[in-house]
């Protein structure tokens, strides 16, 4: 049997080893492992002033690119929408910081800016889509018909429509006589604000989009609100495009949303890159692209398929053109 001074002097042993080794590690392995850890942040330190010499390098670079397209925005659209009148639509959410830039984008590009149309959270509401649904029917002209198993923004999106774009040139610039009232009716409900007079109807419209995906139990409502919407002007007008930030191109973003929406992720156009100087400058060509016939995903985000439209190459004029 094991007696108790079995035990003490064991005890005694593990405590002489424990200091032993502690004696050892500080006097035998403490300049091996501070020469190590002192190696280890000097080459730590050195990675990270490089990374920060390239960020800085990078950042210069953007600026100065930015600023270059900046300055020749004006020369780079100039034209290139001439004679089309432009919406802005903004979902809830939107930035407003974008509004002044794009109306200014689509002034350089020869088109006349009818004014903006912005939604309001009310509109997207879950607790006001059977409201949205009813005003929808409401404000409709006699004999309209919704598209069968449309959604109450997919009708909302109909009546928005036909007050303030058309696709038909002779009528743009004027009120829709069938849609009077619509504009007020929504606004009076309080789901959308209006700025300039987007009752002039418009041939083309940019929509914008939030500038965080909506969050929640209702956000893929919402999404699908504002997917409605884009979805509703380009069937009415000569051509919609949906711009927004990367955010917008995630997979609960509406431009992710949109595109993998059927019939709507075929015919209206998405850029998702409006917070950039160059990333505008595509929203002009895209828009004239969609005057072509044709759309696109541009942008950098996921589901973007270049960043700008694929430029129609120019005929080499013939001698016989050239002196004439």
Do not use: W
């Amino acid at each position: 049997m094991i007696d108790f001074r079995y035990h003490l002097v064991s005890i005694v042993a593990i405590f002489l080893a424990l200091t032993v080794g502690i004696v050892l590690g500080s006097t035998v392995l403490e300049p091996t492992f501070f020469k190590s850890a002192e190696e280890m942040t000097a080459s730590l330190r050195k990675a990270n002033e490089s990374y920060i010499t390239q960020i800085s390098d990078l950042q210069t670079r953007e600026e100065g690119g930015d600023s270059f397209v900046t300055n020749h925005t004006p020369e780079l659209v100039r034209g290139q929408l001439a004679g089309e009148r432009v919406v802005l639509v903004e979902a809830p959410g939107a930035p407003a910081g974008m509004r002044d830039p794009i109306q200014k984008l689509i002034s350089s590009a020869g088109a006349v800016y009818t004014g903006r149309v912005s939604l309001t959270d009310k509109f997207t509401a879950s607790d006001q889509e059977s409201v949205v649904d009813s005003l929808a029917a409401t404000v409709a002209p006699a004999g309209f018909h919704f598209a069968d198993g449309a959604t109450a923004y997919d009708k909302a999106a109909a009546v928005l429509s036909g007050a303030i774009v058309t696709g038909d040139r002779t009528q743009a610039g004027r009120a829709n006589p069938s849609m009077t009232g619509v504009l007020e009716a929504f606004q009076a409900g309080d789901f959308l604000t209006v700025s300039g007079n987007p009752d002039q109807r418009a041939t083309m419209a940019i929509v914008l989009a939030p500038a965080q995906p909506y969050e929640g139990e209702d956000a893929d409502k919402q999404t699908g609100a504002i997917v409605s919407v884009a979805a509703g002007l380009d069937s009415s007008d000569l051509g919609t495009v949906l711009t927004g930030t990367t955010t917008a191109s995630s997979a609960t973003g509406v431009i992710g949303v949109l595109h993998d929406t059927g019939e709507a992720a075929s015919n209206v156009s998405t850029v998702d890159t409006v917070d950039i100087p160059a990333g505008r400058v595509v929203v002009v060509y895209a828009l004239r692209e969609q005057l072509a016939g044709r759309s696109g995903a541009y942008g950098v985000g996921s589901g973007s398929t270049a960043f700008e439209p694929a430029v129609a190459p120019t005929p080499t004029p013939s001698p016989a053109t050239s002196r004439g």
